[in-house]
């Protein structure tokens, strides 16, 4: 089955610096990796994904890229601000019958300093 | 679109009794529902995957007669803990996928907050 690692575990930034956080997966097969965001106590919110046929992916200041061959996809944050400190989750598909279930990381905890 | 919901958001209940959750996809069809477990400061474990009308499938390690998942409509599925233990004690959350939806997103539940004396 599918395993996915996440680094860094915890990452502190500078209001305005860029933030990026990166993930490797093992199955080759799969096909979709979303983003989320889940503040404290709260539900993940998808907050981007992309499919193994895109390489890069951007929504105003959040960017995602992957690396099919290397098996690694990465999350970008430009411009960050105090309200995207939370812990952020990549995830990989790992298909099953005809629903697709989600194998997640092991999180990164976001602080963006003021 | 695409909302799920849960219930209760918080249960506190003594060592040996049982609690259900209730998960239900409340504007499509979820013809798929996951429940994940979170302990603190860690990441989303997946649980089992529920298709409406057929049995779970289990996640190695999860114990299918403690867990018990019941997907009886497209827009209910419930998991009961049974004979709950404070090591049962964690933030469950749903999701779920449907036809009307896109097959890879999954929506989440607000997620449940267990708390086992």
């Known amino acids: 089955g599918e395993n996915v690692e996440q680094h860094p575990s915890t990452l502190s930034v500078q209001e305005g610096d860029s933030a990026v956080i990166k993930c490797t997966y093992s199955d080759s097969a799969s096909n979709y990796f979303p983003w989320y965001k889940q503040e404290l106590g709260k539900r993940p919110q998808l907050i981007i994904d992309i499919r193994s046929n895109v390489g890069e992916k951007k929504d105003q200041r959040i960017a995602v890229t992957l690396n099919k061959t290397a098996k690694h996809f990465s999350l970008h944050i430009t411009e960050t601000q105090p309200e995207d400190s939370a812990v952020y989750f990549c995830a990989a598909t790992d298909r099953m019958d005809s629903s697709y279930k989600l194998i997640f990381g092991s999180g990164t905890r976001l602080l963006v300093r003021p | 679109g695409a909302v799920v919901s849960q219930h209760p958001s918080r249960v506190i209940c003594k060592s040996g009794t049982s609690v259900k959750i209730e998960c239900r996809s409340l504007?499509?069809?979820?013809?798929?529902m996951f429940w994940y477990r979170q302990f603190p400061k860690k990441s989303l474990m997946l649980m089992a995957t529920?298709?409406?009308?057929?049995?779970?499938?289990?996640e190695q390690g999860v114990e299918k007669d403690k867990f018990l998942i019941n997907h009886a409509s497209l827009t209910l599925s419930t998991l009961t803990v049974t004979s709950a233990h404070p090591e049962d004690s964690s933030f469950y959350i749903c999701?779920?996928?449907?036809?009307?939806?896109?097959?890879?997103?999954?929506?989440f539940g607000p997620g449940t907050r267990l708390t086992v004396t």
């Open positions: 504007d499509f069809q979820a013809t798929t």
């Open positions: 529920s298709n409406e009308g057929s049995k779970a499938t289990y």
């Open positions: 999701s779920a996928t449907g036809l009307a939806v896109l097959s890879y997103e999954q929506y």
